[in-house]
T-cell receptor, first 112, second 114 residues
Framework: KQEVTQIPAALSVPEGENLVLNCSFT??????LQWFRQDPGKGLTSLLL?????REQTSGRLNASLDKSSGRSTLYIAASQPGDSATYLC???????????FGTGTRLQVFP | NAGVTQTPKFRILKIGQSMTLQCTQD?????MYWYRQDPGMGLKLIYY???????DKGEVPNGYNVSRSTTEDFPLRLELAAPSQTSVYFC?????????????FGSGTRLTVV
């Protein structure tokens, strides 16, 4: 059974810092690993999708890496801004099922 | 192009009542999912469907039922509502099982059972 864990659960940083959010998964037989953003009271917005054959994906100030052998993914946010404040969720899609399994999220606050 | 539409946005139920959460997508996606999100937690998969007429259980299916009579619609039925079902419910869809085309989420239904 796939289990996805995110560390830290919450993070509060001053504007301008570079951040690393961590995601661990137990089943390495995955199609892909995805990162989502969730604003309070809102749905989920897809940020980055890394295929199992890829090592990383980049979008603007966001960079996500994937290491299947160690069961880890990281989301790197460069030069953080107050507008980055949100909950960040990672999710893995396993070969053995068609289920997208989510981690518990990291709640990020960036203060001016 | 509306994406994934969920109704209602908010609902208060009394214990033992029943209701159906509606989910409709207009992207001709084959795969559809229902998740629940409890406060401060990630999303837990309730049920999913890989196409019209096909549904399967997720991690937390007890107390829920689904149907998929058309590609567009994937309603979630709560039969005897319990306080433990107080949560935010999200519907999602994607084109293929590999998820290569990304997932589209609805804006959620906030349900309170009292």
């Amino acid at each position: 059974k796939q289990e996805v864990t995110q560390i830290p659960a919450a993070l509060s940083v001053p504007e301008g810092e570079n951040l690393v959010l961590n995601c661990s998964f137990t089943d390495s037989a995955i199609y892909n690993l995805q990162w989502f953003r969730q604003d309070p009271g809102k749905g989920l917005t897809s940020l980055l999708l890394i295929q199992s054959s890829q090592r990383e994906q980049t979008s603007g100030r966001l960079n996500a890496s994937l290491d299947k052998s160690s069961g880890r993914s990281t989301l790197y946010i460069a030069a953080s801004q107050p507008g980055d404040s949100a909950t960040y969720l990672c999710a893995s899609l396993s070969y053995n099922t068609d289920k997208l399994i989510f981690g518990t999220g990291t709640r990020l606050q960036v203060f001016p | 192009n509306a994406g994934v539409t969920q109704t209602p946005k908010f609902r208060i139920l009394k214990i033992g009542q029943s209701m159906t959460l509606q989910c409709t997508q207009d992207m001709n996606h084959n795969y559809m999912y229902w998740y629940r999100q409890d406060p401060g937690m990630g999303l837990k998969l309730i049920y999913y469907s890989v196409g019209a007429g096909i549904t399967d259980k997720g991690e937390v299916p007890n107390g829920y039922n689904v149907s998929r009579s058309t590609t567009e619609d994937f309603p979630l039925r709560l039969e005897l509502a319990a306080p433990s079902q107080t949560s935010v419910y999200f519907c999602a869809s994607t084109l293929t099982g590999e998820g290569n085309y990304g997932y589209t989420f609805g804006s959620g239904t906030r349900l309170t059972v009292v």
